[in-house]
């Protein structure tokens, strides 16, 4: 389904993949979570947690079953900063550090991040898939 764009006052909105139309980012969030702290439990970040809390801490877990798809992200994911390199958007100087922000069961960390950067550090708020 194509996605339409709108602007109002400037900022960018569009529709969501059942065909409802925003006029902005902050209305999207707003009649996603209403007036919930989004790091409360019912929260943007708790329904997260939540979620994330149930998954096996396996590729096929973290990847919905999709586990097949972890090379070609690989491959993805390093042409993608890459890129950012040439673009003069990212340096990597030695010695250099990343972070891995919802960093999962860490295969990205594993198979990329450790390979381009002396230390990645793992930021992950699900417990369990760092054990």
């Known amino acids: ?9 400037g900022v960018a909105g569009g529709a969501d993949t059942e065909g409802q ?14 007036k919930v702290d989004p790091q409360s439990a019912d929260g943007w970040y708790g329904k997260g947690v939540k979620y994330w809390d149930g998954i096996d801490a396996t590729v096929d877990g973290v990847l919905g079953g999709f586990g097949k798809v972890t090379d070609v992200d690989m491959k993805e994911s390093c042409e993608f900063l890459l890129d950012l390199q040439k673009k003069n958007l990212l340096t990597i100087a030695d010695p250099s550090r990343a972070a891995d922000c919802g960093a999962g069961i860490g295969r990205i960390s594993e198979g990329l991040l450790c390979k381009m950067f002396s230390t990645v550090d793992l930021v992950e708020p699900v417990g369990h898939l760092l054990e």
Not at 1 to 9: D, F, G, H, L, N
Not at 21 to 34: F, V
């Open 21 to 34: 139309l925003y006029g902005s980012t902050d209305e999207m969030w707003e009649a996603e979570l209403g």
């Open 1 to 9: 389904m194509p996605v339409k764009r709108i602007r109002v006052a």
